[in-house]
């Protein structure tokens, strides 16, 4: 079962616009995002994540990667904080709750992911929406995989990233 990453940029490649995603996401986006999710044994995120997206109910299980002590989703009750790396918390998520990983984390968090080969699939949305902050490359995240679909639905590009098995 995959691995899957999902994020959403504008099309500045913006992650978020006024400190979360809410100003660079779509209506197609969110419906294809929470379709998704649906599927997942569990979700990783960041504390950052954690604390500007709403992510205090869920509908699987929920791990904070944070060096915080203090749970920023205590009031959710499938919520888990970890203070480890990225690794050691997919593994640990995986043997706990099953292999199907969504990380909805920030793209420091999806990096060291990728960087370990450890992501298997990308559910990339690219929005209408410009303007907002912590930029990234698109084509970057896409060199790490060899199988590229993309639909454009209501000025929406979703792309679907996987590799493929030796």
């Known amino acids: 079962m995959p691995v899957i990453a999902t994020l959403v940029v504008g099309a500045d490649g ?24 649906r599927t997942a044994d569990c979700i990783i995120i960041g504390g950052n994540t954690a604390r500007t997206e709403p992510y205090h109910r869920t509908p699987v299980p929920v791990v904070v ?24 918390a997919l593994d640990k998520a995986i043997a706990m709750f099953g292999p199907r990983v969504h990380i909805e984390a920030g793209i420091s968090i999806i990096n060291e ?9 990308l559910e990339l ?16 995240l ?23 098995l030796d």
């Open 14 to 37: 913006s992650t978020s616009r006024n400190g979360n995603s809410a100003g660079v996401t779509s209506e197609i986006d969110r419906s294809q995002f929470l379709q998704r999710r």
């Open 65 to 88: 990667i944070s060096r915080s002590l203090v749970n920023p989703l205590a009031d959710n009750r499938l919520a888990h904080c970890w203070n480890l790396s990225p690794i050691k």
């Open 113 to 121: 992911l990728l960087l370990q080969d450890r992501i298997d699939e």
């Open 125 to 140: 949305s690219i929005t209408e929406s410009s303007g907002g902050e912590d930029r990234i490359e698109v084509e970057e």
């Open 142 to 164: 896409l060199n790490h995989f060899s199988s590229i679909k993309e639909i454009v639905s209501d000025g929406t590009r979703l792309i679907s990233a996987k590799k493929l």
